[in-house]
């Protein structure tokens, strides 16, 4: 029954992809095929039969919710996976460079630049972790951490190359403005979302 089956998926269209979603889908399509078929065999169109099998299937928003729910538990599930290998490697790999720096050349530090590079493996693992429990977009908290984190990197510079030279502010005051354009971007979003709720009522 291709044309049920279509409808089904049409309707679930939107839910993620995971193991239940499809488990719960090939039961409802078997079914409601079957339901399809009774309704052919009393007299009624393939059309008519389907028709009246979507409308007598009822609410499907409490299935939807199950399904979702439980497609992002799994993606949650993942990302923490993710996350955890992440900061294992990154403290492995930062360890490492450390030593190298601290053991063959300890007059001069340098591994503050490749441990740089690898704290945004965590970092980035981090924010999509939480995006994923949380379903909130990390766009903002993202750009704080990054702000932060580069911050840091250009003191370090200044200071310990050209202390007696105060240039850090030049650079942080340009990447100043990428939390600031976030935040005033998500004040935005959630603005539209007010009005969209105030339209519905």
Request: hydrophobic share 45%; no cysteine.
């Amino acid at each position: 029954m291709n044309s049920i089956e279509n409808e089904i998926e049409k309707l679930f269209k939107d839910v993620p992809n995971s193991k239940r979603k499809k488990e719960v889908l090939q039961e409802i399509k078997q079914n409601l095929s079957e339901k399809v078929e009774d309704l052919i065999s009393q007299g009624m169109t393939e059309s008519e039969a389907v028709r009246k099998t979507i409308v007598d299937f009822g609410d499907i928003h409490e299935i939807r919710k199950e399904l979702v729910s439980s497609a992002r538990l799994n993606e949650s599930k993942n990302a923490s996976l993710s996350l955890a290998f992440s900061i294992w490697g990154g403290l492995l790999i930062s360890s490492l460079v450390v030593f190298i720096n601290l053991y063959y050349s300890p007059r001069s530090i340098w591994f503050v630049y490749p441990v740089f590079a690898i704290i945004w493996w965590p970092m980035s693992m981090y924010f999509h972790w939480r995006h994923k429990k949380t379903d909130v977009s990390m766009a903002f908290p993202f750009s704080v951490a990054s702000f932060i984190l580069t911050t840091l990197l250009f003191l370090f510079i200044n200071f310990y190359y050209t202390p007696h030279i105060i240039w850090f502010v030049y650079p942080v005051f340009g990447l100043i403005w990428w939390p600031v354009v976030a935040f005033f971007g998500r004040l935005r979003q959630r603005n539209r979302k007010d009005e969209e709720f105030e339209q519905e009522i």
